[in-house]
């Protein structure tokens, strides 16, 4: 599968941005989906994923409340709304996909691009 994420800009924290990743291909609902971010001189960090079927969400603590993960099964895209951003939210977003839900929690199979958000203070 191949992903393209879009989305991402410069924002002033207390706002929102909406990420977005289309996948290719006709198996789309074959794949959990998931969001990491990465900023520079750090791992790769699990940011939240989303089951095949879209019945099951999971976040890291420091997005819980802020951010949300949902698909499109019919348009092969998965989302991400991030709403109240803060200055440490900036960071590269790549968009996974991974057959296996459970590995979406450290690591994927499948990675987008990236796509930059910066929240200036």
């Known amino acids: 599968v191949q992903l393209q994420a879009s989305g991402g800009g410069l924002v002033q924290a207390g706002g929102s941005l909406r990420l977005s990743c289309a996948a290719s291909g006709r198996t789309f609902t074959s794949y959990a989906m998931g969001w990491f971010r990465q900023v520079p001189g750090k791992d790769r960090e699990f940011v939240a994923r989303i089951s095949w079927g879209g019945g099951n969400a999971f976040y890291a603590e420091s997005v819980k409340g802020r951010f949300t993960i949902s698909r499109d099964n019919a348009k092969n895209t998965v989302y991400l709304q991030m709403n109240s951003l803060k200055p440490e939210d900036t960071a590269v977003y790549y968009c996974?996909?991974?057959?296996?839900?459970?590995?979406?929690?450290?690591?994927?199979?499948?990675w987008g691009q990236g796509t930059q958000v910066t929240v200036s203070s």
């Open positions: 996974a996909a991974d057959r296996d839900f459970n590995n979406l929690r450290y690591t994927s199979t499948y």
